[in-house]
Nanobody
Framework: QVQLVESGGGLVQPGGSLRLSCAAS????????MSWYRQAPGKQREWVAT???????NYADSVKGRFAISRDNAKNTVYLQMNSLKPEDMAVYYC????????????????WGQGTQVTVSS
């Protein structure tokens, strides 16, 4: 019914930048909060940033000032601009979204993407 597909990951040198995208598709009535998480090898998945439908944002302290989350509601897409990347930012990045599915308002559900790898290395 609903798919979230991330893109934009890759290899970048320390200090570099990447822009991740996550597009939601399917039978979507409304998207509420959209978020990014990440999971490094051997570590638990951690929250990175959230943007709600009105545009307000929140960030983990570890990325504040370096990452920026944004969304294009017309495209059902959330972005994560990552600047000044550090080796400790290396992880698989996942997006999720709280979505009302179907032709009319209903109970929203949480959907996850499949993840995109970000490698920070010289």
């Amino acid at each position: 019914q609903v798919q979230l597909v991330e893109s934009g990951g890759g290899l970048v040198q320390p200090g570099g930048s990447l822009r991740l995208s996550c597009a939601a598709s399917g039978s979507i009535f409304s998207i509420h909060a959209m978020s990014w998480y990440r999971q490094a090898p051997g570590k638990q998945r951690e929250w990175v940033a959230t943007i709600i439908s009105g545009g307000s944002t929140n960030y983990a302290d570890s990325v504040k000032g370096r990452f920026a989350i944004s969304r294009d509601n017309a495209k059902n897409t959330v972005y994560l601009q990552m600047n000044s990347l550090k080796p400790e930012d290396m992880a698989v990045y996942y997006c999720n979204a709280v979505i009302e599915v179907g032709a009319r308002t209903t109970t929203p559900r949480l959907y996850w993407g499949q993840g995109t790898q970000v490698t920070v290395s010289s």
